[in-house]
C-alpha cells in the first residue's frame, strides 16, 4: 500500500500517479497494490478519482486514450484528509489502512512517500511511530523522503536523526529522481562490462572529464523555494555529485547495495578538501538575466515571482574537483548545472590524451581529442568521437563519430525515473536511492563552498538566458587550456 502525504500536490499529479498508472498499464505493478492520498482538503473520493485521472492524462508518457486502464488503476486510488499536525488523523489514518489491506490483500505492507515540503517530515514521522503505523509485526515499513535532504550537513543531520529514529536505514528510501534514469544506471555497465573502456578509465589515458546537466527551464513558478537553494542546493549537492560518483567510482566488489554504495562515497571522500581559497579560483556562479530561449524572450531571474529583485542566488554553478587517489590525481572534473541555458541536455564528456607529437600528431596541430560522450538525457546515448581520414583527400583529417542512441527511433521512449524508483521502493532495493553517508559527504563539500561564499560574498555574475552561463565559467577552462565542449 502506497501512502502518499502531499497526495494532491504537485509532484504526485506530476510524477507518482503517472508512474503508477505506467507500471500499471506495462504489467509491472504488483497485483495487492493500492493507493491513498493524504491532504487537508476536503475532498469527496469520486473529485480525488478524477483528478488523479486528468494528472495521469496531462503527464503521463504512455497515457495515450487507454481510458479503460486508466479507470481500472485510479479505483484503487482513495483519499484520507487530514492535517499533517493532527494526531487523531493518524490513527484514523491505520484504521483505514486495515480495512484497505483486506480489500486488496496489502498483507500490512506500507509506503509512506513524504511527497510535502521538508519542514513536514519530522511531525509526519513522529505520528505515524506515536499512532503504531510503523510497528514492524506485520508487513514491511518503508518511508520515500523527496530531496532537498536539509539545507546543509546541519539540518540534514537533524533531519536523519528524526527519521532513523522511527525507521531502520535499509526502510528509509531518499530519492535522487536522476538514479532512476536509465542512462545513469547505464553508466556502470558501459564502465564495468566493456573491456574497451575500463582499461582506459584512469589518469593514464584521460586529460579530463566534464560533466554538465543544462535546462532551458527558468525557476518557473519555484521562485520562493529557489531562493533557499540555489543551483548548489538543487542540483550540484545531489544529482551532479551522483553523476560525478558514478563516473569516477572504482569498480565495486559486487553489485549489491551495499558494495555499490560503499565505492560511490569513497569518491566523495577523496574530493579534496576546498578551502576558502581554493573556492574562489575552483567555484563559478551566475545568475539568468533576461534573454531569449528558442526565439522567446524570457525575464531575468529577478524579475521572477517570489524572487527578490537584489537576488544574489546563483542559478548557475561551476566547479572543478581533484579526486584525490591513484586512479584519478592529476584529471580534472569540471561540473556545470545552470538555468536557462540554451538546450536541455545531461552528459558526461570524457576526454582523452593526445597521443605523442609524431606522424600525424606532430603534422597537425589541431587533431580534436577523442572523447566519449555518455548522453544521459534528453537524448540517450553513447557517442565516441575519434579521428579520420577525410574520404577523396591525401590526409586530410576530420573528427569522426561512432554514435549510438538508444531512444531515437520513433516511439521509444524510456520509462520514467519514477517508474523505476518506486518500483524499487516496492521491491525493497535501495541500491538506487541515496545512503545516509552519501548526503552527509555531499554536504560537507557543499558547506565548505557556502562557508567560503558567505565569507566572501562573491560576485554573481549575470549571463544572458539562453547563453553557457558566465565568462567566468570559460575562464574556469581556459586557464587550465581547456573548452567546455558545447556542441
Ligand atoms: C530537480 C530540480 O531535482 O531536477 C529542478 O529541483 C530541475 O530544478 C530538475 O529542473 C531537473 O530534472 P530533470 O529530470 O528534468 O532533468
Redesign the pocket.
Same mark, same amino acid.
Given at each position: 500500500m502506497l501512502i502518499v502525504f502531499g497526495g494532491t500536490g504537485d509532484l504526485a499529479h506530476r510524477k507518482i500517479y503517472p508512474a503508477i498508472y505506467n507500471l500499471y498499464v506495462s504489467g509491472r505493478l504488483p497485483e495487492h497494490f493500492a493507493t491513498v492520498a493524504i491532504g487537508r482538503r476536503d475532498k469527496t473520493q469520486e473529485t480525488f478519482r478524477e483528478e488523479a485521472a486528468n494528472a495521469i492524462r496531462s503527464f503521463s508518457r504512455e497515457n495515450q486514450g487507454n481510458e479503460e486502464d486508466l479507470k481500472q488503476i485510479v479505483s484503487r486510488f482513495y483519499y484520507h484528509r487530514t492535517d499533517f499536525t493532527d494526531f487523531g488523523g493518524y490513527e484514523k489514518l491505520k484504521e483505514y489502512l486495515i480495512q484497505l489491506d483486506d480489500i486488496y490483500q496489502t498483507n500490512g505492507n506500507r509506503i509512506f512517500y513524504l511527497a510535502v515540503a521538508p519542514e513536514h517530515f519530522g511531525v509526519i514521522v513522529r505520528h505515524l511511530a506515536q499512532s503504531g503505523l510503523t510497528g514492524l509485526n506485520r508487513g514491511y515499513k518503508r518511508v520515500v523522503i523527496e *530531496?532537498?535532504f536539509g539545507k546543509n550537513l546541519q539540518s540534514a543531520t537533524e533531519l536523519n536523526n528524526i527519521i532513523t529514529n522511527v525507521f531502520q536505514e535499509e526502510q528509509i528510501y531518499r530519492i535522487? /529522481?536522476?538514479l532512476g #534514469?536509465e542512462m545513469l544506471q547505464n553508466i556502470m555497465v558501459i564502465r564495468f562490462a566493456n573491456a574497451l573502456f575500463e582499461p582506459l578509465w584512469n589518469n593514464k589515458y584521460i586529460d579530463h572529464i566534464q560533466i554538465t546537466?543544462s535546462?532551458t527551464?527558468g525557476?518557473e513558478n519555484?521562485g520562493g !523555494? !529557489?531562493e533557499t %537553494?540555489g543551483a548548489m542546493r538543487?542540483?550540484m549537492q545531489? /544529482?551532479m555529485l551522483q553523476l560525478l560518483m558514478l563516473t569516477a567510482m572504482e569498480a565495486p566488489v559486487s553489485l549489491n547495495t551495499h558494495d555499490v554504495r560503499d565505492e560511490k562515497v569513497r569518491v566523495l571522500k577523496s574530493i579534496s578538501t576546498m578551502e576558502p581559497e581554493m573556492v574562489k579560483s575552483h567555484v563559478i556562479r551566475g545568475q539568468y538575466g533576461e534573454g531569449m530561449i528558442n526565439g522567446r524572450r524570457v525575464p531575468a531571474y529577478r524579475a521572477e515571482d517570489r524572487v527578490s529583485s537584489d537576488s544574489m542566488t546563483e542559478t548557475f554553478m561551476a566547479m572543478k574537483v581533484k579526486i584525490e587517489n591513484f586512479r584519478w590525481a592529476g584529471v580534472p572534473f569540471y561540473l556545470r548545472t545552470g #538555468?536557462r541555458m540554451p538546450v *536541455?541536455t545531461?552528459r558526461i564528456v570524457v576526454q582523452f590524451l593526445p597521443l605523442p607529437e609524431i606522424l600525424y600528431y606532430k603534422e597537425f596541430q589541431n587533431l580534436e581529442p577523442n572523447r566519449l560522450i555518455i548522453e544521459i538525457?534528453p537524448r540517450e546515448g553513447v557517442i565516441i568521437r575519434f579521428n579520420g581520414k577525410k574520404p577523396d583527400t591525401r590526409s586530410e583529417i576530420i573528427p569522426v563519430e561512432l554514435d549510438f542512441c538508444q531512444n531515437c527511433a520513433v516511439g521509444e521512449v524510456s520509462p520514467d %525515473?519514477y517508474e523505476k524508483l518506486l518500483l524499487d521502493v516496492m521491491e525493497g532495493d535501495s541500491t538506487l536511492f541515496t545512503r545516509w553517508d552519501e548526503v552527509e559527504y555531499s554536504w560537507k563539500l557543499m558547506d565548505n563552498i557556502s562557508r567560503a561564499w558567505s565569507l566572501d560574498q562573491p560576485d554573481c555574475p549575470i549571463y544572458a538566458s539562453g547563453s553557457w552561463g558566465p565568462a567566468e565559467a570559460d575562464e574556469l577552462m581556459k586557464r587550465d587550456g581547456r573548452s567546455w565542449f558545447n556542441e
Open positions: *530531496k532537498p535522487d /529522481h536522476f #534514469k546537466s535546462e527551464l525557476v519555484r !523555494y !529557489y %537553494a538543487d542540483m545531489n /544529482h #538555468k *536541455k545531461t538525457q %525515473a
